[in-house]
């Protein structure tokens, strides 16, 4: 855990798909492979759990990782619909349990130049989509013996303003082609009306 012991934000680094990150979902539940490392969903702050916290777990340190919209990497109970049969799937939850649940805590432990990320139900943080490079769904499988759970650590040194959003979220695309003012709108109607009246009269 020595890796987190003076961090205060990490990216986390998908060490087969190279160019993937682990990123928080814009609509604040689901968890994901990103290609856009300079996002600000793709940062997580690290949070160093007091020792003995972790509900039913083994010895720690722990830590939580919380997202850019304010909420916690945890595993669920949910069965994963991606990866390994046995495997649950990756969300991103609300801090509203005390002590700190097993699925919401974490270590990492060094595997060649990687890390792997297991937390406190004994389950690894695992990408997805090695050959169907369209699967981006994160999971937490049982066992530790695939790539796809190692992950490179990247330290993200504090700074004043938050990372800039390279890629908008589709919702603020549609709403800035497709924003309308009131007199603009309320003309469209007018016109309209007023074309289909003047159809009616021709019949």
């Known amino acids: ?5 003076d961090a205060h934000f990490v990216r986390l680094r998908c060490s087969v798909r190279r ?3 682990l990123a928080a979902d814009d609509d604040g539940r689901r968890v994901c492979l990103s290609g856009q490392r300079g996002a600000h969903n793709t940062v997580w702050a690290v949070e160093h759990v007091v020792e003995g916290d972790v509900l039913d777990a083994g ?7 919380r997202g850019a919209y304010g909420r916690y990497l945890v595993a669920t109970d949910l069965q994963a619909r991606a990866g ?9 939850r609300d801090a509203t349990y005390y002590p700190t649940p097993p699925g919401w805590a974490w270590q990492a432990f060094r595997r060649r130049e990687c890390f792997l990320l297991r937390n ?6 695992r990408a997805n989509g090695r050959y169907l490079r369209w699967r981006t769904a994160i999971t937490v499988a049982g066992d530790n013996a695939s790539s796809m759970m190692q992950w490179a650590v990247e330290i993200v040194p504090p700074r004043l303003g938050r990372p800039t959003l390279i890629d908008p979220p589709a919702q603020v695309i549609i709403h800035r082609h497709f ?3 009131f007199s603009a709108r309320s ?8 074309h289909i009246l003047a159809g009616c009269r021709r019949r």
């Open 1 to 5: 855990m020595e890796v987190f012991e």
């Open 19 to 21: 160019r993937q990150y």
């Open 59 to 65: 010895p720690g340190p722990f830590v939580r990782f």
């Open 84 to 92: 390994p049969s046995h495997g649950v799937t990756a969300e991103q």
């Open 120 to 125: 406190g139900t004994g389950r690894y943080l």
């Open 179 to 181: 924003l309308v003012s």
């Open 187 to 194: 003309l469209a109607l007018r016109y309209d009306s007023l």
